[in-house]
């Protein structure tokens, strides 16, 4: 169903190119994980909330919650 939001899923993000074929070693990977809302923030290591530059980035579900 469209309408639940999903808590507990795990997610990674990697900056790129516009081609999505070359990763920024840079940035890095980030991991987040999706809130009682279902949304998902990405921190720092300090537990801050990244923004995000402008640009291209591939973002993989790494883990599901239990149940899924």
Known sequence: R????LEGAIFTIR????KYEIID?????KTG???AE??????D???NIINLPEGYY???ETAAPLGY
């Open 45 to 47: 290591k300090d537990g």
């Open 33 to 35: 994980t999706s809130n």
């Open 2 to 5: 469209y309408d639940r939001k």
């Open 25 to 29: 070693e840079d940035f890095g990977v």
């Open 58 to 60: 591939v973002i993989e």
């Open 38 to 43: 279902g949304l998902v923030e990405f921190k």
């Open 15 to 18: 900056k790129t190119d516009d």
